[in-house]
């Protein structure tokens, strides 16, 4: 079983930036697909970007192209998402996923919620205006 903790979120104003982390347990980090979701009150889970077992491919939704930044440490077994110049429509809680490609291998990129295995419980990003 694998568990992922996310950390870093808070409050910042908006064109803000914060760096959210997500680590990791287990040995098989290195490959695992890592993903990032967000969940806005009173709305649906939304995909925000995705990264491959190497780190060598990222896919983002378009609502984050160019602001924001998925990266992975496998020394650390940690995934991180850079955000910059926030803005209130990014306010919600955001979680961690991760794919474990010996349980069936998606097409990539994995921008559905059901293409994940395993799951974080989610940290609060609120950006105020």
């Known amino acids: 079983q694998v568990q992922l903790v996310e950390s870093g979120g808070g409050l910042v104003q908006a064109g803000g930036s914060l760096r959210l982390s997500c680590a990791a347990s287990?040995?098989?980090?290195?490959?695992?697909?890592m993903g990032w979701f967000r969940q806005a009150p009173g709305k649906e889970r939304e995909f925000v970007a995705t990264?491959?077992?190497?780190?060598?491919?990222?896919y983002y939704a378009d609502s984050v192209k160019g602001r924001f930044t998925i990266s992975r440490d496998g020394a650390k077994n940690t995934v991180y998402l850079q955000m910059n110049s926030l803005k209130p429509e990014d306010t919600a809680i955001y979680f961690c996923?991760?794919?474990?490609?010996?349980?069936?291998?998606?097409?990539?990129?994995?921008?559905?919620?059901?293409?994940?295995?395993?799951w974080g419980q989610g940290i609060q990003v609120t950006v105020s205006s």
């Open positions: 996923a991760a794919e474990n490609p010996s349980l069936g291998v998606k097409s990539w990129p994995s921008e559905v919620a059901s293409a994940y295995d395993y």
């Open positions: 287990g040995r098989s980090f290195g490959t695992y697909r």
């Open positions: 990264i491959n077992w190497s780190g060598g491919s990222t």
